[in-house]
Structures are given as structure tokens and as C-alpha cells.
């Protein structure tokens, strides 16, 4: 059996370009795309063969979910408008950082689905493998979450607003920090003249570690097993390269302070 | 042609054990494996089906070629033993941060065979697509370096001393930090009581993402879109966590002003 919704888009980002694509291929209507900029909303809803508007004052009134993927700071912003008139439908963010709560007094049914992943719009990530977390402010909006969670993925898990906020700072550490990381890796390969293409085997072998041992069992490098003489000299290579220099510094203390199990836990 | 050649290996670490394993996969003959410590000699020893030693001096005078692969410190103090009477030998270190000149006066015929790629003893990594860069004193070891390098790797590329350096430190930044940023958002969730395994396809897309686009490009999150709110709310959540704080705080940092173009290059 296969239920059949009525879904409009509220945001045209990276998110909402995957999310939406997912849904799309599972069969289900994407019936509208809106965004501030009507540009953007044309552009995903093209894609998904959807109406678009730039207007609040047009969403339709009659879907089943809404689905709101805009910046956190837009968000409390945008419900007022939204979400009046339009009471019979589920309303469901997808952002990690922002409670349930935000809702309180505009919408009756309400949630959340957050997939866990960093999404571009030119590479379409496979859904099926996105851990998603739900959350339901009644059983009926935590009935739709589930639904359309369990349509685009395998990974679906119910979690509540405070541990979410954690989740997405963990997330923060393994994604953003990481890739920047791989930035500053860049950069210094750049400045050198060697091609950034021969740091991926070691990129591609960091990552594939974790899932056989912990990321504490996995560590290797001057910082673990506290080379003083190569930290110095590594240390005076970015002479010149502050913010890189302080990264440099404070990741190598942490590093040997967890190895030694001084650090604070 | 197959060159068949007597190695031996000074060191009996993750590197060595991974350089080692494809050597000997390549129909070469290990025929002796040197560590400080009996224990490991021989655990090594045994898988490579090569003799075991302690001691410098059991060492045997007549291998094509010796591969050191110690920690950078012990490094300089174990060579004008281990050199001694073995002139004929070409000698090979595998360091990163270490220049060619370390041999000086010490050796005859010495080079660099560095593997930029992590390694654990019990995980071997599949040496065909490590990238391996050489250097050599002389044509003689250079030689011996590209055609060691070769039988194990298609990914082969000759780097000065001074270039080396700084590629080390791109590694350490890719990998060493990366993975740190892993333990970070790993401690996360366990005060939280969630599962590691679930940032796992995060960190594997985070990884993929760099093949077709830079870093740079790839970025997403809080700090990236200088979304003040949320980044004050999780510095919040990481008080207590002094060293983690620091962290993010200089991640943070530095992510927006690499993405505003206000960065020193």
C-alpha cells in the first residue's frame, strides 16, 4: 500500500532539493515550491514538476505537510504567515538546531524530520542511507513524520528537541570542522604546487577506519604520540598562517590531552 | 622482469607492517625484521615469515636495501650504528617530516620512500592506491626507491625534502585533525546516549563530496552561512567541555572567514 500525499516544499535549498527529489522518486506530489526569491523556487520546482510562488499569501491552503527547509533564522519568522489558515495540514522542519517548540502557537499539528547529511544541489545524495530523527507534537504530525521519513529512508529514529541539538553539534564536529580540515589541507598543498587529488586515499582511509574502530583507536600523527620536535618545525611551517597556526595548536593539545586521558570528559 | 630483492625492515609498526605485507605480496623476500623490543620483531617477523632481532648489531650486512621506519626521534640516534659496515646497502626512511640529509655522513646509497596514508597493524590498506613520494641521494637509491615504490603502488611521485615537510603537515590537517574532529563529535554523542554508527554516512559523504568539488565549495553549516544563533547556542552546550570549546570556536572562526575571502592565503 502506498499513501499518496499532497506535499508543498516551504524553502528551495540543498535540503529541499534532496528531500524533495527522494520524495519524488518514491512516487509521491510535490504539489508546490516556495521560496523568497521566486528564481530559486522556479528552479527546484522544474525539477519536481511542481508550481512555485514567492508569495506566503499563495501556498495552497488544502495539503497534507508542509515541509519547512529554510535558514534557522527565517524560520520563526516565516510561521505566523504560514502556517495561518492552514491548520488541517502537518507542519515539519528539518532543521537540527531548532526545538519542536518554534511552532508553539501557530500550527496544530506539528514535527520534525531531520536528516542528518550535507547536501549540495548538483550531487544528489542517496537517501536511503540518510539517518533520519522525528519528532511529533501530537500522534497525528508524529504519524506523518514517520511515514515520509520511512518512504526515503532505511535510517529513521525518533529523538526528542534537546538531544537533537547535541546530535547536530556532533554533526557540526564530523562534517563542517572535518571538511574544513580538508580546506586547510588544501590550502597548504596549494601554496606548494602539489595537486589536491593525492590527499584523497588518505581522506577516503580516515573515514572508512571509523566504522571498524573508534576515532580515538584510529588516531595516528605527531599530536598522539606527543613529537615535540615535529610539532615545533610543523608549527613554524605556518608562520605567516595565523588562523591555520591556532587550529594547528589547539587540535594537537586536545589530541594528546584525550590520548592521555587527561582531558575532561 | 621481477627484480627480486633482500629487505630488511628496521621498525616493526603500523607503516612497516602495511609495507611490509605488500612487499611480500609482490614475491619479494623480507628476509629480517629489526624493532627495539623482541615481542614485536617477532610479530612481525612471523607474518612476513622473516627472522626476528633486537639488537642493531645482529643486523645482516649484506640486504639490497634497508627500510627504516621508526619514530622520527629515534630516527637520527639509531643510524651511525645501523649504517656502519653496511655501506654497500641502500638505506630508505619513510618519514614525513624527516629531510634526506638525516643519512649525511652516516650513509653511502640513502633515500625517502614516504607512504602518505594512515595505518593500523591490524587493518592493511590496499597499498596499490597509496600515493608514495621518493627521493634519493644518489641515482643508485633513487633507482631502488621508484622500483621498490612501483611493485607496491601505481601512485608514484618524486618531492624534494622541503616540499615533503609541508605535504606532511597537509596529511596531519586531512587526517590527524579529521579524525580528532570524529572523536569529538563521537564523546558528543555518548554523553548523549546515541550511536557513532549513525554519523557514519555524514562523515563517508563529507569524504566523497571532496572528489568532485573543493572544500571550499563543499562547505555547509552554522559557521560557513554565519548563522550567529545557532553558533551561541552550541558553544553553550559545550560549556564544561573547555578543550572542545576552543575548538569550535576557532573552527568557527576561521570556516567564515575563509568563506568571506577575508583570510590571510
Redesign the interface.
Given at each position: 500500500m502506498t499513501m499518496k500525499m499532497r506535499i508543498v516544499l516551504i524553502g528551495a535549498g540543498?535540503l529541499a532539493t534532496n528531500l524533495g527529489a527522494a520524495l519524488r522518486q518514491q512516487g509521491q506530489e510535490i504539489v508546490q515550491v516556495y521560496s523568497r526569491t521566486m528564481a530559486s523556487a522556479t528552479a527546484l520546482a522544474q525539477r519536481l514538476e511542481a508550481a512555485a510562488t514567492d508569495s506566503l499569501a499563495d501556498v495552497v491552503t488544502d495539503a497534507d505537510v508542509y515541509i519547512v527547509s529554510v535558514?534557522?533564522?527565517a524560520l520563526a519568522q516565516l510561521l505566523p504567515e504560514l502556517c495561518k489558515g492552514r491548520e488541517e495540514g502537518v507542519f515539519l522542519h528539518t532543521a537540527g538546531?531548532m526545538p519542536l517548540s518554534v511552532f508553539d502557537g501557530y500550527a496544530r499539528h506539528y514535527g520534525v524530520l531531520y536528516p542528518?547529511?550535507?547536501?549540495?544541489k548538483?550531487?544528489l545524495?542517496d537517501f536511503s542511507?540518510?539517518?533520519l530523527f522525528i519528532e511529533g507534537a501530537d500522534q497525528y504530525a508524529l504519524d506523518m513524520a514517520e511515514t515520509l521519513a520511512r518512504m526515503v529512508s532505511g535510517?529513521v529514529?525518533q529523538?526528542s528537541s534537546a538531544?537533537r541539538?547535541?546530535?547536530?553539534?556532533?554533526?557540526?564536529?564530523?562534517?563542517?570542522?572535518?571538511?574544513?580540515?580538508?580546506?586547510?589541507?588544501?590550502?597548504?598543498?596549494e601554496?606548494?604546487g602539489?595537486p589536491?587529488s593525492?590527499?584523497?586515499?588518505?581522506?577516503?582511509?580516515?573515514?572508512a577506519?571509523?566504522?571498524?574502530?573508534?576515532?580515538?583507536e584510529?588516531?595516528?600523527?605527531?599530536?598522539?604520540?606527543f613529537?615535540e620536535?615535529?610539532m615545533q618545525?610543523?608549527m613554524q611551517?605556518?608562520a605567516?598562517?595565523?588562523?591555520?597556526r591556532?587550529?594547528?595548536e589547539?587540535?594537537s593539545?586536545?589530541?594528546y590531552?584525550?590520548a592521555s586521558g587527561l582531558?575532561?570528559?
Open positions: 540543498r535558514k534557522d533564522s538546531s542528518m547529511q550535507t547536501f549540495s548538483e550531487r545524495v542511507r540518510v539517518p535510517e529514529r529523538l538531544d541539538r547535541h546530535l547536530h553539534l556532533a554533526a557540526v564536529f564530523a562534517c563542517n570542522f572535518a571538511n574544513h580540515c580538508y580546506e586547510l589541507s588544501a590550502e597548504i598543498l601554496r606548494h602539489i589536491f593525492v590527499m584523497l586515499p588518505l581522506i577516503d582511509e580516515t573515514a577506519k571509523v566504522h571498524t574502530m573508534s576515532p580515538r584510529a588516531q595516528t600523527g605527531p599530536a598522539v604520540r613529537d620536535n615535529v618545525a610543523q611551517l605556518l605567516g598562517q595565523e588562523q591555520a591556532h587550529i594547528y589547539e587540535m593539545r586536545s589530541i590531552l584525550t582531558q575532561e570528559k
